[in-house]
């Protein structure tokens, strides 16, 4: 790429930009630096990198890389054997510390980003030299005493000697007898030496080495000689120390010149990461999509669609482009200020960001990949080279016409301009042709009126036109494809005033052909403006009716949730009316078995009873579709029935009313097939007392049940409910005595209980316990063996009983 075309297109101000968003100098330093490629993988490959990195930043992952300090100097001094201080040190740890954390965050993100994982990978592992580093160097830059064994040992006996000699200076000053030979009762230091301030009249009363004296000559700040040895020792000593310590940053910056391979490395790979995510941020800010690249060929053709000039501080009016492929020369044409300039850089700057990796702000771009870009925009004109307007963009010109080839994007600016309208015009057909008959992507921008028709009866050449207000005598900055731009000059005139005689003596000397032409290029750039305003109406249309259909969608799909839950409602409505009517009708059936009514009250009985059992055939028949099993049961099948909660074995095959034959211990029933449930694997075998046996079926009989239920702080509710299921489960077991506790209390549970107790048809009697087992809080109940027929329960279907003789 020409680095006049870089400049010419404004690229260096985007690398500005782009450098802003980096988090360390050296990003920086890659973003100043960044050029457009040609190489289509390198190209992709940016492409890819701008996208996860925009992505990492957008989920809050990206790793953080401010803490990076560029250290190539102190690795380069320490490779040439200089001695690193502390704080030049700490950076090398510091930024050792950052690289392990980029390698750990960038390593997990191999699904979401590959490519900066892979870039990750390639990061050293510095973790002994980080280690090494901060384990010797304070965060404040000092060392620490375990920086060495020598190091430590020096330190102790320093702060020895040095508590040493503050106590022999402190004496001299507590001394009363130097309370009047000291001008302040302090000791200070003066050339890194303890001493005290003696008044200069009693010189002689302090025996000492003076080491400074006061400004006024009043004072002498002597050194006493009982504290010089002292003095001397504590030197020594720190001396010895600065000694080690400069001997633990040579070794230190031994172990840098040992890992600068790595560590160059690492900084050459954090600078590439850091210009990758500033990439992102810069797509973030500009609102930038990734460009679809595309290899040179025939038909690759550029196109932007709604494209914005990135450099622009206001808002830009969105531009749509499209050149290449079938139409390799695009001609803009229009007024002055109207836009045409904006739209060649607007194409070219947004190429070479497409090339550079970077994403572009667009709805929609696609680019070729072009090996150079050439552009000749604006007025080069130098007084000191000798070149006129012309001059300057013929040069750029012959330059396009000599080096250019099929994989070079051209912009020509005003082509034609700076000499003669005719031969400046002649030139620019016979310059637009040689770029077309080499299919060189060219877009150019022009007043010649003559190019106008140039590209509109050229095949491969295009015309296009910035639009411009006539009423407001200012720029709309849209760009129309297809249609050639007018210059207004004789509307702009009119609307400022220019008499009407001088207008139409203009339009004379234009000619009636031209001004035809004027004419109907005002006709078809107001039917394209309706047409576009219509198409705008039904576009907008279209989105309302869309988002109308989806509320309606949404509304069928309420209205079928809405309708599912109302018969799954039904159903447990069913399934709860059938219980309710089997219950009823096993109250009514052991009235009747049991004659516990008289035969006025059992002929009423009979006729709910039928009426109950028609009820309930009807509702089983419809709880039946609900509930009907896919496989047909079998004969000698182990079964469940959850509604009385013991296990049994299938006798018959389901008959017409699809009612079986249940064995359940010493008790045979007939029961609606589609109550029954497989009996799984787990739960087969499990506790028996007996089996009962008929014909080639052994049918499992439950274990008893404990002969004793308890029923105190129970509601009567709750109490009576428990006490039913346990007298079905006592009768089916052949239990013949069971143990109710209740309690006495009140005696409200005590009369509930005996009140059940007393119309039950499986009760042959009971009675209060014996003093010995529980006295009034407990009742004994004796359990109706000998019945032929019983009801079960009050809460399941009413099976017909047959006990075995």
Same mark, same amino acid.
């Given at each position: 790429?020409?680095?006049?075309?870089?400049?010419?297109?404004?690229?260096?101000?985007?690398?500005?930009?782009?450098?802003?968003?980096?988090?360390?100098?050296?990003?920086?330093?890659?973003?100043?630096?960044?050029?457009?490629?040609?190489?289509?993988?390198?190209?992709?490959?940016?492409?890819?990198?701008?996208?996860?990195?925009?992505?990492?930043?957008?989920?809050?992952?990206?790793?953080?890389?401010?803490?990076?300090?560029?250290?190539?100097?102190?690795?380069?001094?320490?490779?040439?054997?200089?001695?690193?201080?502390?704080?030049?040190?700490?950076?090398?740890?510091?930024?050792?510390?950052?690289?392990?954390?980029?390698?750990?965050?960038?390593?997990?993100?191999?699904?979401?980003?590959?490519?900066?994982?892979?870039?990750?990978?390639?990061?050293?592992?510095?973790?002994?030299?980080?280690?090494?580093?901060?384990?010797?160097?304070?965060?404040d830059g000092h060392l620490a005493d375990d920086a060495s064994p020598l190091l430590r040992e020096l330190r102790a006996e320093t702060r020895l000697a040095h508590?040493?000699?503050?106590?022999?200076?402190?004496?001299?000053?507590?001394?009363?007898?130097?309370?009047?030979?000291?001008?302040?009762?302090?000791?200070?230091?003066?050339?890194?030496?303890?001493?005290?301030?003696?008044?200069?009249?009693?010189?002689?009363?302090?025996?000492?080495?003076?080491?400074?004296?006061?400004?006024?000559?009043?004072?002498?700040?002597?050194?006493?000689?009982?504290?010089?040895?002292?003095?001397?020792?504590?030197?020594?000593?720190?001396?010895?120390?600065?000694?080690?310590?400069?001997?633990?940053?040579?070794?230190?910056?031994?172990?840098?010149?040992?890992?600068?391979?790595?560590?160059?490395?690492?900084?050459?790979?954090?600078?590439?990461?850091?210009?990758?995510?500033?990439?992102?941020?810069?797509?973030?800010?500009?609102?930038?999509?990734?460009?679809?690249?595309?290899?040179?060929?025939?038909?690759?053709?550029?196109?932007?669609?709604?494209?914005?000039?990135?450099?622009?501080?206001?808002?830009?009016?969105?531009?749509?482009?499209?050149?290449?492929?079938?139409?390799?020369?695009?001609?803009?044409?229009?007024?002055?200020?109207?836009?045409?300039?904006?739209?060649?850089?607007?194409?070219?700057?947004?190429?070479?960001?497409?090339?550079?990796?970077?994403?572009?702000?667009?709805?929609?771009?696609?680019?070729?990949?072009?090996?150079?870009?050439?552009?000749?925009?604006?007025?080069?004109?130098?007084?000191?080279?000798?070149?006129?307007?012309?001059?300057?963009?013929?040069?750029?010109?012959?330059?396009?016409?000599?080096?250019?080839?099929?994989?070079?994007?051209?912009?020509?600016?005003?082509?034609?301009?700076?000499?003669?309208?005719?031969?400046?015009?002649?030139?620019?057909?016979?310059?637009?042709?040689?770029?077309?008959?080499?299919?060189?992507?060219?877009?150019?921008?022009?007043?010649?009126?003559?190019?106008?028709?140039?590209?509109?009866?050229?095949?491969?050449?295009?015309?296009?036109?910035?639009?411009?207000?006539?009423?407001?005598?200012?720029?709309?900055?849209?760009?129309?494809?297809?249609?050639?731009?007018?210059?207004?000059?004789?509307?702009?005139?009119?609307?400022?005033?220019?008499?009407?005689?001088?207008?139409?003596?203009?339009?004379?000397?234009?000619?009636?052909?031209?001004?035809?032409?004027?004419?109907?290029?005002?006709?078809?750039?107001?039917?394209?403006?309706?047409?576009?305003?219509?198409?705008?109406?039904?576009?907008?249309? +279209?989105?309302?009716? =869309?988002? /109308? &259909? @989806?509320? $309606?969608?949404?509304? *069928?799909?309420?209205? !079928?949730?809405? %309708?599912?839950?109302?018969?799954?409602?039904?159903?447990?409505?069913?399934?709860?009316?059938?219980?309710?009517? +089997?219950?009823?009708? =096993?109250? /009514? &059936? @052991?009235? $009747?078995?049991?004659? *516990?009514?008289?035969? !006025?009250?059992? %002929?009423?009985?009979?006729?709910?009873?039928?009426?109950?059992?028609?009820?309930?055939?009807?509702?089983?028949?419809?709880?039946?579709?609900?509930?009907?099993?896919?496989?047909?049961?079998?004969?000698?099948?182990?079964?469940?029935?959850?509604?009385?909660?013991?296990?049994?074995?299938?006798?018959?095959?389901?008959?017409?009313?699809?009612?079986?034959?249940?064995?359940?211990?010493?008790?045979?029933?007939?029961?609606?097939?589609?109550?029954?449930?497989?009996?799984?694997?787990?739960?087969?075998?499990?506790?028996?007392?007996?089996?009962?046996?008929?014909?080639?079926?052994?049918?499992?009989?439950?274990?008893?049940?404990?002969?004793?239920?308890?029923?105190?702080?129970?509601?009567?509710?709750?109490?009576?409910?428990?006490?039913?299921?346990?007298?079905?489960?006592?009768?089916?077991?052949?239990?013949?005595?069971?143990?109710?506790?209740?309690?006495?209390?009140?005696?409200?549970?005590?009369?509930?209980?005996?009140?059940?107790?007393?119309?039950?048809?499986?009760?042959?009697?009971?009675?209060?316990?014996?003093?010995?087992?529980?006295?009034?809080?407990?009742?004994?109940?004796?359990?109706?063996?000998?019945?032929?027929?019983?009801?079960?329960?009050?809460?399941?279907?009413?099976?017909?009983?047959?006990?075995?003789?």
């Amino acid at each position: 790429m020409q680095d006049k075309s870089l400049q010419t297109l404004e690229f260096t101000a985007v690398r500005e930009r782009l450098a802003a968003f980096a988090a360390t100098s050296l990003g920086r330093e890659q973003a100043l630096e960044l050029l457009p490629t040609a190489d289509a993988a390198a190209a992709v490959r940016r492409q890819q990198e701008t996208r996860e990195a925009r992505r990492l930043l957008q989920e809050k992952a990206a790793p953080p890389l401010t803490s990076v300090r560029d250290v190539r100097a102190a690795v380069q001094r320490a490779r040439k054997e200089g001695t690193l201080d502390s704080f030049q040190l700490l950076e090398v740890a510091t930024t050792a510390g950052v690289t392990r954390q980029a390698r750990a965050s960038l390593l997990r993100r191999k699904e979401t980003a590959p490519l900066l994982a892979d870039l990750g990978s390639h990061l050293p592992e510095l973790w002994a030299l980080e280690k090494e580093i901060t384990r010797c160097i304070q965060v404040d830059g000092h060392l620490a005493d375990d920086a060495s064994p020598l190091l430590r040992e020096l330190r102790a006996e320093t702060r020895l000697a040095h508590e040493h000699l503050v106590e022999a200076m402190n004496r001299f000053v507590q001394s009363p007898q130097y309370r009047e030979v000291l001008q302040e009762g302090l000791v200070t230091q003066r050339n890194n030496r303890y001493v005290l301030p003696v008044k200069a009249d009693h010189r002689s009363a302090l025996s000492g080495i003076v080491h400074d004296v006061s400004s006024t000559g009043a004072t002498l700040f002597i050194e006493p000689l009982g504290v010089v040895d002292l003095g001397n020792h504590w030197r020594e000593l720190q001396e010895e120390e600065a000694r080690e310590e400069h001997h633990v940053l040579r070794r230190l910056t031994g172990l840098v010149a040992e890992e600068a391979p790595r560590l160059g490395e690492a900084l050459a790979v954090l600078a590439h990461l850091d210009l990758a995510l500033a990439k992102g941020r810069h797509a973030e800010a500009v609102g930038g999509v990734e460009p679809e690249l595309v290899p040179l060929s025939e038909s690759a053709s550029l196109r932007l669609e709604e494209a914005r000039h990135p450099l622009i501080p206001r808002e830009p009016v969105p531009i749509t482009i499209e050149v290449g492929g079938p139409a390799t020369v695009l001609l803009i044409t229009g007024p002055n200020t109207g836009g045409k300039t904006v739209a060649l850089k607007t194409v070219g700057l947004l190429s070479l960001m497409a090339l550079a990796g970077l994403q572009v702000p667009a709805r929609a771009a696609r680019v070729p990949l072009y090996r150079r870009v050439f552009a000749d925009i604006g007025d080069e004109q130098s007084i000191e080279q000798s070149l006129s307007t012309f001059s300057s963009h013929m040069a750029t010109i012959v330059q396009v016409l000599q080096e250019g080839d099929d994989g070079c994007l051209v912009l020509l600016d005003e082509l034609g301009a700076g000499t003669d309208p005719d031969e400046g015009s002649a030139l620019a057909q016979a310059i637009l042709s040689y770029l077309l008959e080499r299919r060189i992507t060219t877009v150019a921008t022009t007043h010649h009126s003559d190019l106008k028709s140039f590209a509109q009866t050229t095949p491969g050449a295009r015309n296009a036109s910035v639009e411009f207000d006539a009423e407001t005598l200012a720029p709309t900055y849209r760009l129309v494809l297809g249609l050639p731009g007018r210059s207004n000059a004789l509307a702009i005139a009119q609307r400022l005033g220019v008499p009407s005689s001088v207008l139409k003596r203009a339009r004379q000397t234009l000619g009636q052909e031209r001004v035809k032409i004027d004419s109907l290029l005002a006709e078809i750039q107001q039917e394209r403006a309706q047409t576009a305003e219509l198409r705008r109406v039904a576009e907008k249309a +279209q989105t309302e009716s =869309a988002t /109308l &259909r @989806a509320a $309606l969608e949404r509304e *069928l799909q309420e209205a !079928e949730r809405e %309708r599912r839950g109302a018969k799954e409602q039904g159903r447990r409505d069913l399934l709860e009316e059938t219980k309710r009517l +089997q219950a009823r009708l =096993a109250r /009514l &059936r @052991a009235m $009747l078995d049991y004659q *516990l009514v008289t035969r !006025e009250t059992a %002929r009423e009985n009979t006729d709910e009873t039928e009426e109950v059992r028609q009820a309930l055939s009807t509702a089983s028949r419809r709880a039946a579709l609900e509930r009907r099993p896919t496989a047909v049961p079998k004969p000698g099948t182990p079964v469940y029935i959850p509604s009385l909660g013991v296990q049994g074995m299938l006798l018959t095959a389901p008959d017409e009313q699809g009612e079986v034959d249940v064995q359940m211990g010493a008790v045979r029933g007939r029961l609606p097939w589609h109550q029954l449930e497989p009996l799984p694997e787990e739960r087969r075998g499990g506790p028996v007392q007996r089996s009962v046996s008929r014909a080639d079926v052994s049918v499992p009989v439950p274990a008893k049940p404990p002969s004793e239920i308890l029923l105190r702080r129970k509601t009567t509710e709750e109490a009576i409910e428990e006490l039913e299921a346990r007298l079905n489960q006592a009768f089916l077991s052949g239990l013949a005595t069971l143990r109710v506790v209740h309690g006495k209390g009140t005696g409200t549970l005590r009369r509930a209980v005996h009140r059940h107790l007393g119309s039950h048809p499986l009760v042959d009697s009971f009675q209060i316990a014996e003093a010995a087992e529980g006295g009034e809080g407990a009742t004994i109940v004796h359990i109706s063996l000998q019945k032929g027929t019983a009801s079960l329960s009050a809460k399941t279907p009413s099976p017909k009983l047959t006990r075995k003789g």
